[in-house]
């Protein structure tokens, strides 16, 4: 939320500042500084702040029509809808992994994308399992859980191993 709100006020800046230029190239209110008039016509000042207005305006409308992020998914069954938020999707992810031994802390990310599940995990495990193993039967687990329980079909999980603890105490929250 942050970006979008410095984004429009970028834009009002910028599209301020042009038209304040612009005024000054046909009115001559005395706010250009004179190097400036002396090397270009009103025109082409006037032509060229006109272009930044343009993108001060693009910026402005961007700032607050970027593409939401859904927060579920649609499940479609006999009887009706259903949706499943994407922090039940998270939960059921951080279940499955708790299945398995050798991971002291786990992170996921939900994201959905033309319909299709993705599922990003970043894991701290332990050092002594084997990690190709491990981590294939973490994806493993987590697309076999997830669609058992909520019947959604995860089309990929990607695992990202953070680093290799030594102690002996779990995280998986």
Same mark, same amino acid.
């Given at each position: 939320?942050l970006?979008?709100?410095?984004?429009f006020?970028?834009?009002?800046l910028?599209?301020?500042g042009?038209?304040?230029?612009?005024?000054?190239?046909?009115?001559g209110?005395?706010?250009?500084?004179?190097?400036?008039?002396?090397n270009?016509?009103?025109?082409?000042?006037?032509?060229?702040?006109?272009?930044?207005?343009?993108?001060?305006?693009?910026?402005?409308?961007?700032?607050?029509?970027?593409?939401?992020?859904?927060s579920?998914?649609l499940?479609?069954?006999?009887?009706?809808?259903?949706?499943?938020?994407?922090?039940? *999707?998270?939960?059921l992810?951080? =279940?499955?992994?708790?299945? &398995?031994?050798?991971?002291?802390?786990?992170? $996921?990310? #939900?994201? !959905?994308?033309?319909?299709?599940?993705?599922?990003y995990?970043?894991?701290?495990?332990?050092?002594?399992?084997? *990690?190709p193993?491990l981590?294939? =039967?973490?994806?493993?687990? &987590?697309?076999?859980?997830?669609?058992?329980? $909520?019947? #959604?079909? !995860?089309?990929?999980?990607?695992?990202?191993?953070?680093n290799?603890?030594?102690d002996i105490?779990?995280?998986v929250?």
């Amino acid at each position: 939320m942050l970006k979008r709100i410095l984004l429009f006020v970028c834009g009002i800046l910028v599209f301020l500042g042009s038209a304040v230029v612009i005024c000054e190239a046909y009115l001559g209110i005395g706010v250009l500084p004179p190097a400036i008039e002396i090397n270009f016509t009103g025109w082409e000042i006037a032509l060229a702040f006109a272009i930044l207005a343009i993108l001060g305006l693009i910026a402005m409308v961007l700032a607050f029509t970027t593409k939401k992020e859904p927060s579920s998914l649609l499940i479609a069954s006999e009887y009706g809808e259903v949706r499943v938020s994407l922090q039940t *999707i998270d939960s059921l992810v951080h =279940q499955g992994a708790k299945k &398995i031994k050798g991971i002291k802390e786990l992170k $996921s990310r #939900i994201i !959905v994308r033309d319909g299709s599940l993705y599922i990003y995990v970043k894991a701290v495990l332990y050092g002594d399992r084997n *990690i190709p193993e491990l981590t294939m =039967q973490l994806q493993q687990l &987590i697309s076999e859980h997830v669609y058992s329980i $909520s019947g #959604i079909n !995860v089309d990929e999980v990607k695992v990202l191993v953070e680093n290799v603890a030594t102690d002996i105490k779990a995280k998986v929250s």
